[in-house]
Structures are given as structure tokens and as C-alpha cells.
């Protein structure tokens, strides 16, 4: 049994945590105090249904540290998933979480193994272990949906290793150990080939999310059957019939930060699709917004600013965009998000009674939809073509 540090319970750190505390003393810590409270005591800190069930019916060794930890030696690794955001300054990810978490480390005077499982820059790593040399960084991307972090973990679809060193098959080994997939492929690789595979993989699921807005657009547009097109298109078993339900846009925490540090790291090299991918989905909340306004509604409705069923995450909610749009062109938007307890939202009215909501709305705008409106389906507006997604 190995002890383990998890500093940051997003949810990555939270699915980590869990994961990880089947077979190894587990320790939390996050600034927020009661997010680590709360998970040592059964309660989950993001929304996520596997992890609520693991807390309640698995035996899991978790420990939580209200300050960071003055002994790191007593850890073997200690896992960085602090949160990343894009600064539109300085158009890169704001990385100075992981350097706090580096230097409280670097003052413990400890080499523990540090596992980093923020999203990054492209070089960063290579750049911080000439900071931080006295002990070992290594970089290991995530592939989880939020939402499903937890089940992401337990049934990856890869595990890719930024270090070919005996740490990184260690810690690869404890990933394996711990997930329900066995037989997943994993992939070791130099720290910079890692972060690489972090954000084309984003950049590659936005790009998808684009190709079929805007086949959606023109379907629309020429009054076609967005359905039926789709769906011949997906039959092409070199495309696949998956990821491919129209939206109003990708959003959420990840798709828009990432694409857009992909495009600052292509710095000077020639491309076009990264940028394309960009332009692409703010001209889709744009077509939304246009679309909206032919209607003519006097009240529009906003069914729940989060992305999708199952996440708790308003942040670049394309849905925001299309509030902007709307009001814009003078149309007065009402909100139902029961994640928002403010009266208002972007000076847009917040209801926390659905059927006030429901009542009070001429259009309802919905980017997924749900059986709670079932009863005022002619006010729908939705892009949601096979409800999945």
C-alpha cells in the first residue's frame, strides 16, 4: 500500500482520489476545506454519480490534511490536478496553482514523485524541472468527462505516460491496478509528446462538435433534415455514429481553454484548422442567436446554463453565449438554473420554480433537452436531435 498526496478536488482530483484510495492511503487537500471535508465523510464535491456510490459502498482509505503537508516524505507521489484556467492576457493556461504546489514541495526539502494531472501548456513540464530539480515531475494526462470522471477512471480508454522512468511505470501500474479495464493500452512517452496528446485530443472532439453544427447550419438553412443527413453521413464506419448531435456550441471547462492554448503553442507554425475550430463555434452561437430572432419571441427562456445532465459546471456554457446574443437584439431572457441562487444572472431574471419559468416563457431555449419539459415541448428550442451527448 502506497500513500499518496491529492492536492486540488476538481474532478479530476476527486476521481483520482477515489480511484486510488481502493488500494492506497489516499490523502486530500484542496483550499476549499470543505470539499475535502466532505469527501472523507461520504459526501462528493462535483456532481457525479459513480463517485456518490463508491463513497457510500466501497471501503476506501481516505484521509483529508486541512493545510498543505509540511512532511512529504511520508508520500510516495503526490498528485497536482489543481485547476488550470486560460488567461486571455496573457493566452495561455494560468499555471501558477502547479508552481504553489511545486515550491510548497521544494520547501518541505522532499523528493516525492509528483504526478501532473492539469492540463498544460505544451513544454511546461520540461520547463518547471529545471526550477524544480530535486525531485522527480512527470506528466500524466486526462481523458474524463465531467460528469463521469469516476467511470472514466475505472474504464479508460488509455493511459498515456509523459516519463519512461521506473516512477511513471509505477504509477501506471497503480492506474491499472485500479481501473475495471485490464486490458487498457498504455503509452509512454517524453513529457512534451504527452502534453501534445492532451490537447489534440480536445482540439480533435471541438473540431467534431463543429463539422456537425455546421452541417446542422446548413441543414437548417436550406430547410433540410439535419436527422437524415446525419445519420447517412455516420453510417461511414471510418466516421462513426457517435459524438455527432447537434448543439448549440461546445463549452464547459475544457473544449474552449484547450483549443485555444493549442493555438497559442502552434505560435508561428502554419495552420488553419486549430483557428478554424475556434471561429467556427462562436459563428454557430452567432447562426443560434439569428435563428432565435426570427421567431420573434417577447420572453425567452433559458432551461439550465450547464452543458449537459449530470454536471454541476456553468463555466463557458455556450448557452451564456447565446443569452448575450438574444439580448443583444433587445429580447427580454429569463433563466431557470437551480445551481445560481442570485436573483439575477447577467442582470436576466433567475426562477427557481420551473412552472412560474415554464409559464412565463414564450420560447425556452434548451442545448439538451429534458423530461422536465415534456409538457411545453411547442415552446422548445433545441438542436438536441437524438437526445444524447
Keep these: ?4 498526496l491529492v492536492v486540488g478536488l476538481g474532478y479530476v482530483g476527486t476521481a483520482n482520489a477515489v480511484l486510488l484510495s481502493q488500494h492506497n492511503e489516499v490523502t486530500c487537500f ?3 476545506i470543505s470539499k475535502s471535508n466532505n469527501l472523507i465523510n461520504g459526501i462528493s464535491p462535483i456532481e457525479d454519480k459513480e463517485v456518490s456510490k463508491y463513497l457510500s459502498s466501497k471501503k476506501l482509505n481516505l484521509k483529508s490534511v486541512e493545510s498543505f503537508p509540511a512532511e512529504i516524505d511520508n508520500f510516495d507521489f503526490v498528485i497536482i490536478s489543481t485547476p488550470t484556467n486560460y488567461d ?18 521544494q520547501n518541505s526539502k522532499s523528493n516525492p514523485t509528483v504526478i501532473i494531472r492539469s492540463t498544460i501548456p505544451v513544454g511546461y513540464v ?7 530539480s530535486e525531485f522527480e515531475i512527470i506528466f500524466v494526462p486526462e481523458f474524463l468527462r465531467e ?26 501500474k497503480l492506474l491499472k491496478e485500479a481501473s475495471l479495464n485490464k486490458d487498457v493500452q498504455t503509452i509512454y512517452t517524453n513529457s512534451t509528446e504527452a502534453e501534445s496528446s492532451k490537447l489534440f485530443s480536445n482540439a480533435y472532439l471541438a473540431m467534431r462538435v463543429t463539422f456537425f453544427n455546421e452541417l446542422d447550419s446548413f441543414a437548417m438553412s436550406k430547410d433540410l433534415n439535419t436527422k437524415e443527413i446525419i445519420k447517412a453521413v455516420c453510417l461511414d464506419p471510418r466516421i462513426g455514429d457517435f459524438y455527432n448531435n447537434p448543439s448549440f456550441g461546445y463549452g464547459g471547462y475544457c473544449l474552449p481553454k484547450d483549443t485555444k492554448q493549442l493555438l497559442t503553442n502552434f505560435d508561428k507554425i502554419p495552420q488553419k484548422i486549430m483557428e478554424a475550430i475556434i471561429d467556427s463555434n462562436s459563428m454557430r452561437k452567432d447562426f443560434i442567436g439569428l ?7 417577447k420572453t425567452v427562456g433559458v432551461y ?29 431572457v429569463i433563466v431557470f438554473e437551480p445551481l445560481i441562487k442570485d436573483k439575477l444572472f ?11 419559468f415554464k409559464k412565463d416563457a414564450d420560447l425556452i431555449l434548451c442545448n439538451r433537452s429534458h423530461t422536465e419539459l415534456d409538457d411545453v415541448k411547442d415552446k422548445i428550442f433545441t438542436r438536441d436531435l437524438f437526445n444524447q451527448d
Design 1 to 4: 500500500m502506497l500513500k499518496i
Design 30 to 32: 484542496d483550499l476549499n
Design 88 to 105: 486571455i492576457e496573457t493566452n495561455e493556461f494560468n499555471t501558477s496553482s502547479i508552481e504553489q504546489s511545486l515550491e510548497s514541495i
Design 126 to 132: 520540461n520547463k518547471v524541472r529545471k526550477k524544480f
Design 147 to 172: 460528469g463521469k470522471a469516476l467511470n472514466d477512471s475505472l474504464y479508460p480508454s488509455r493511459i498515456v505516460i509523459g516519463s519512461h522512468s521506473e516512477k511513471g511505470k509505477e504509477f501506471a
Design 291 to 297: 435563428e432565435i430572432a426570427k421567431l420573434k419571441p
Design 304 to 332: 439550465k446554463l450547464i452543458m449537459k445532465d449530470g454536471s454541476d459546471n456553468i463555466r463557458e456554457s455556450s448557452m451564456q453565449g447565446i443569452m448575450k446574443r438574444v439580448k443583444a437584439k433587445g429580447i427580454r
Design 346 to 356: 447577467f442582470n436576466s431574471q433567475v426562477y427557481q420554480d420551473l412552472e412560474l
